[in-house]
């Protein structure tokens, strides 16, 4: 888990451990994007198109003083490649998605005609949500500072009803820091990305 040095130090001196909490509940999102993520009716889930992969991101600095942050869609998804071809991430322009079936999603990185990254992953869909699931992030982890604990990461995206794509991430985790103080936290953030133009492949 990454946290900052006075994070840390707090929990270390106290002795007793620490819980960090960030929720950032649908409930306090900017209004549009409340309207945008109501379901359709009976209609059929379908992330299918092309967006935009610079959008804006809302997390604790939304909390505190409602400002966007700017959020990279590529990177939120593309989470399983190597140093070396995440950095080629920065390179995108946009982020296509395809549904071949109800349980896959393909997933395409391209600067222009450039493909940067593809995959493809299984996914959960909630009929009645609406919300497409991609599979958890977990594991073990080693942090700065002496920390070491397991971390869950979680997300999920909508196609809101402005035909933009929306993406909920969950994360958390428990640990130790220096091996004897226990450490608990999770937060939320939110992202949103325009859909665009499919330009010729």
Same mark, same amino acid.
């Given at each position: 888990?990454?946290?900052?040095?006075?994070?840390?130090?707090?929990?270390?001196?106290?002795? #007793?451990?620490? =819980?960090?909490?960030?929720?950032?509940?649908?409930?306090?999102?900017?209004?549009?994007?409340?309207?945008?993520?109501?379901? /359709?009716?009976? #209609?059929?889930? $379908?992330?299918? *198109? @092309?967006?935009?992969?610079?959008?804006?991101?809302? *997390?604790?600095?939304?909390?505190?003083?409602?400002?966007?942050?700017?959020?990279?869609? &590529?990177?939120? %998804?593309?989470? $399983?490649?190597? &140093?070396?071809?995440?950095?080629?991430?920065?390179? #995108?322009?946009?982020?296509? %998605?395809?549904?071949?079936? +109800?349980?896959?999603?393909?997933?395409?990185?391209?600067?222009?005609?450039? =493909?940067? &990254?593809?995959?493809? +992953? %299984?996914?959960?869909?909630?009929?009645?949500?609406?919300? !497409?699931?991609?599979?958890?992030? @977990?594991? /073990?982890?080693?942090?700065?500072?002496?920390?070491?604990?397991?971390?869950? @990461?979680?997300?999920?995206?909508?196609?809101?009803? $402005?035909?933009? /794509?929306? /993406? $909920?991430?969950?994360?958390?985790? &428990?640990? =130790?820091?220096? !091996?004897? =103080?226990?450490?608990? *936290?999770?937060?939320?953030?939110?992202?949103?990305?325009?859909?665009?133009?499919?330009?010729?492949?």
């Amino acid at each position: 888990m990454k946290r900052s040095l006075p994070f840390l130090a707090v929990c270390l001196f106290s002795g #007793a451990g620490c =819980v960090v909490n960030h929720p950032l509940e649908q409930e306090s999102l900017p209004p549009a994007w409340i309207a945008a993520l109501q379901p /359709l009716p009976r #209609a059929p889930v $379908d992330l299918a *198109g @092309d967006y935009r992969n610079v959008g804006e991101g809302a *997390g604790l600095s939304y909390v505190r003083n409602h400002r966007f942050a700017r959020s990279n869609l &590529a990177s939120n %998804l593309f989470r $399983d490649l190597s &140093a070396e071809k995440r950095s080629l991430l920065s390179r #995108a322009r946009t982020v296509e %998605l395809r549904q071949p079936d +109800v349980t896959h999603l393909t997933m395409i990185a391209r600067n222009g005609t450039e =493909v940067l &990254a593809e995959t493809t +992953v %299984l996914v959960t869909i909630e009929p009645k949500s609406g919300w !497409v699931s991609l599979p958890n992030h @977990d594991g /073990l982890q080693a942090g700065a500072f002496g920390t070491a604990g397991y971390q869950k @990461d979680r997300i999920a995206l909508f196609k809101g009803n $402005d035909g933009c /794509l929306y /993406l $909920d991430h969950v994360s958390g985790g &428990a640990g =130790v820091a220096l !091996v004897i =103080v226990p450490v608990v *936290g999770s937060q939320e953030t939110w992202g949103r990305w325009e859909q665009v133009m499919a330009l010729p492949k």
